[in-house]
C-alpha cells in the first residue's frame, strides 16, 4: 500500500510538473531557431538581433544554429520532421517559397505552422559600376539594354529571390538580360569592380558604402524612397506605383505545433519588432519592420508566391 500511494504521488507530481512547464512554455528546454544560411549574412544577423530580443520577452534561452544547404532546404527539412512542441523554431525568407518554387523542395511553407513574417527589405537598387562606360543614369541604361538586347549582365546567384527580382525588372522594363550565376557578394563585388558584369539588384546595407566612395553608383532604387539622400530616382518615382516584390523574412513552426505556444511566441515577436530598438536595428540596415501574423502572414506569403509563379518558367529556363 505505501508503495501504491508514493507511486500516486511520483506520478501526481510529475503531472504538475509538465503542467507548469506548459504553463511557462517553452519551459527549462533550450528552443532552437534553425537559420538556413552561413554566419555573417543578412539572414543570419537579422534572426540573431530580433530572436535574441525576443528570448528575453520570453524569459527563455533560444540558441540560434546555422544549418547550410539547398537554398535553406535542409534547414527547413530539419524543422518539419522535428517534434511539434514549440521547442524548434525555423527562421528564413524568401528563398523559402523559391525553392517549392523550383522544386528544390517537395514541401512548402503550407507545410509548417506559420508564426508570422517580421521584415521587408525593399533597399534594392540599381548598382553599377560608376566608371562603366556605358551608362551614367537609369534612362541611359534602359535605352542601353534595348539597343543591345542580351548584352547587358547581371551578376547574382541563379535561382535565388535576387534572380527573381532581376527577371522582373528586366521584364517591366521591356530589356532583354543576360545572367551570370555568382555566388553572393564575395563574387559579385570583384565582378563588378572589373566590370565583367554590367550591373546587380543591391542590398543597400551590403553595397551602399561602395556607392559612398564612388567605386559603385545607385541609377534607381526599387524602393519608395532614395536611401542615400540623393535625387536618385526611385521605381515609384518612374512608374507610379512600388515595385511589386521585396524580400520578406519570418518564423515557422513544425506543422501541429500548438497553437498556444505559436500565439505566445507571436505576442513576444510583435512586440519585439514594434519596439525602438529594433526599429534602430532596421533602420541601420534599411530594411523595414512589419509585423504580419498568422493568416495574415500566410495570405501575404501566398500572394508572394503566385507573382513568383508567374516566372517559374523563366528560372527554370524554360
Given at each position: 500500500m505505501k508503495k501504491l500511494v508514493a507511486l500516486i504521488l511520483a506520478l501526481a507530481c510529475l503531472f504538475c510538473a509538465a503542467t507548469a512547464m506548459a504553463d511557462e512554455w517553452p519551459g527549462k528546454k533550450t528552443v532552437q531557431m534553425i537559420i538556413p544560411f552561413g554566419a555573417g549574412g543578412d539572414t543570419d544577423l537579422h534572426c540573431r538581433v530580433l530572436t535574441e530580443m525576443v528570448s528575453k520577452e520570453l524569459g527563455t534561452d533560444i540558441v540560434c544554429t546555422n544549418v547550410?544547404?539547398?537554398?535553406?532546404?535542409?534547414?527547413?527539412?530539419?524543422?518539419?520532421?522535428?517534434?511539434?512542441?514549440?521547442?524548434?523554431?525555423?527562421?528564413?525568407?524568401t528563398s523559402f517559397l523559391m525553392a517549392s518554387l523550383l522544386g528544390l523542395s517537395e514541401f512548402d511553407y503550407h507545410d509548417f505552422e506559420t508564426a508570422c513574417t517580421v521584415i521587408e527589405d525593399l533597399s534594392s537598387f540599381l548598382c553599377v559600376n560608376a566608371n562603366n562606360g556605358k551608362f551614367t543614369t537609369f534612362d541611359e541604361f534602359v535605352q542601353y539594354g534595348k539597343d543591345h538586347p542580351g548584352e547587358l549582365l547581371w551578376g547574382g546567384t541563379i535561382g535565388g529571390d535576387a534572380h527573381l527580382y532581376a527577371?522582373?525588372?528586366?521584364?517591366?522594363?521591356?530589356?532583354?538580360?543576360?545572367?551570370?550565376?555568382?555566388?553572393?557578394?564575395?563574387?559579385?563585388?570583384?565582378?563588378?569592380?572589373?566590370?565583367?558584369?554590367?550591373?546587380?539588384?543591391?542590398?543597400?546595407?551590403?553595397?551602399?558604402a561602395y556607392v559612398d566612395n564612388g567605386d559603385f553608383a545607385a541609377l534607381a532604387f526599387l524602393g519608395d524612397e532614395a536611401l542615400d539622400g540623393s535625387d536618385t530616382p526611385t521605381w515609384k518615382s518612374l512608374f507610379g506605383e512600388s515595385f511589386p516584390i521585396g524580400k520578406m523574412f519570418g518564423y515557422w513552426f513544425p506543422k501541429g505545433t500548438d497553437q498556444a505556444i505559436i500565439d505566445k511566441f507571436n505576442a513576444a515577436v510583435e512586440k519585439c519588432v514594434n519596439s525602438d530598438e529594433f526599429k534602430a536595428h532596421c533602420a541601420q540596415y534599411y530594411i523595414t519592420p512589419v509585423y504580419r501574423g498568422g493568416e495574415e502572414a500566410v495570405s501575404y506569403l501566398d500572394a508572394q508566391y503566385e507573382l513568383m509563379n508567374n516566372y517559374k518558367e523563366q528560372l527554370l529556363g524554360n
Amino acid at each position: 500500500m505505501k508503495k501504491l500511494v508514493a507511486l500516486i504521488l511520483a506520478l501526481a507530481c510529475l503531472f504538475c510538473a509538465a503542467t507548469a512547464m506548459a504553463d511557462e512554455w517553452p519551459g527549462k528546454k533550450t528552443v532552437q531557431m534553425i537559420i538556413p544560411f552561413g554566419a555573417g549574412g543578412d539572414t543570419d544577423l537579422h534572426c540573431r538581433v530580433l530572436t535574441e530580443m525576443v528570448s528575453k520577452e520570453l524569459g527563455t534561452d533560444i540558441v540560434c544554429t546555422n544549418v547550410t544547404g539547398t537554398s535553406g532546404t535542409i534547414a527547413a527539412r530539419q524543422v518539419l520532421d522535428s517534434e511539434a512542441d514549440g521547442n524548434t523554431i525555423l527562421w528564413h525568407q524568401t528563398s523559402f517559397l523559391m525553392a517549392s518554387l523550383l522544386g528544390l523542395s517537395e514541401f512548402d511553407y503550407h507545410d509548417f505552422e506559420t508564426a508570422c513574417t517580421v521584415i521587408e527589405d525593399l533597399s534594392s537598387f540599381l548598382c553599377v559600376n560608376a566608371n562603366n562606360g556605358k551608362f551614367t543614369t537609369f534612362d541611359e541604361f534602359v535605352q542601353y539594354g534595348k539597343d543591345h538586347p542580351g548584352e547587358l549582365l547581371w551578376g547574382g546567384t541563379i535561382g535565388g529571390d535576387a534572380h527573381l527580382y532581376a527577371m522582373m525588372f528586366a521584364d517591366l522594363l521591356g530589356i532583354e538580360v543576360s545572367y551570370v550565376d555568382l555566388d553572393g557578394t564575395a563574387e559579385i563585388v570583384p565582378a563588378l569592380l572589373n566590370n565583367d558584369i554590367d550591373f546587380t539588384l543591391g542590398i543597400y546595407g551590403t553595397y551602399g558604402a561602395y556607392v559612398d566612395n564612388g567605386d559603385f553608383a545607385a541609377l534607381a532604387f526599387l524602393g519608395d524612397e532614395a536611401l542615400d539622400g540623393s535625387d536618385t530616382p526611385t521605381w515609384k518615382s518612374l512608374f507610379g506605383e512600388s515595385f511589386p516584390i521585396g524580400k520578406m523574412f519570418g518564423y515557422w513552426f513544425p506543422k501541429g505545433t500548438d497553437q498556444a505556444i505559436i500565439d505566445k511566441f507571436n505576442a513576444a515577436v510583435e512586440k519585439c519588432v514594434n519596439s525602438d530598438e529594433f526599429k534602430a536595428h532596421c533602420a541601420q540596415y534599411y530594411i523595414t519592420p512589419v509585423y504580419r501574423g498568422g493568416e495574415e502572414a500566410v495570405s501575404y506569403l501566398d500572394a508572394q508566391y503566385e507573382l513568383m509563379n508567374n516566372y517559374k518558367e523563366q528560372l527554370l529556363g524554360n
